[in-house]
Nanobody
Framework: QVQLVESGGGLVQAGGSLRLSCTAS????????AGWYRQTPGKQRELVAT???????NYADSMKGRFTISRDNRKNTMYLQMNSLKPEDTAVYYC??????????WGQGTEVTVSS
């Protein structure tokens, strides 16, 4: 059974930084496209960034230049470095592994709150 476990969320002031981590069991990040999504109450879950097995990254426009997705293959861990955080970045952030038809696996989410 695939398990994705996020960590690193918390409360931060606007302009600050956080690094989210996602560890996986029974699935290898370096062999899959994986990514981060986020969701706020009343809104649809939205893409933050993805990272392919070949190392190609893709970011939502509002995150470009502020967020960086990466992974450590030895630790089978994916990261999301978030800098210059804004109150509108407040959300629950989810780790995901993508399959042929979209997201195949979700993590349980980690909450990020950015205070103004």
């Amino acid at each position: 059974q695939v398990q994705l476990v996020e960590s690193g969320g918390g409360l931060v002031q606007a302009g600050g930084s956080l690094r989210l981590s996602c560890t996986a069991s029974t699935i290898v990040f370096s062999s899959n496209t994986a990514g981060w999504y986020r969701q706020t109450p009343g809104k649809q879950r939205e893409l933050v960034a993805t990272l392919t097995s070949g190392g190609v990254t893709n970011y939502a426009d509002s995150m470009k230049g502020r967020f960086t997705i990466s992974r450590d293959n030895r630790k089978n861990t994916m990261y999301l470095q978030m800098n210059s955080l804004k109150p509108e970045d407040t959300a629950v952030y989810y780790c995901a592994v993508l399959g042929a038809y979209g997201v195949a696996y979700w993590g349980q989410g980690t909450e990020v709150t950015v205070s103004s």
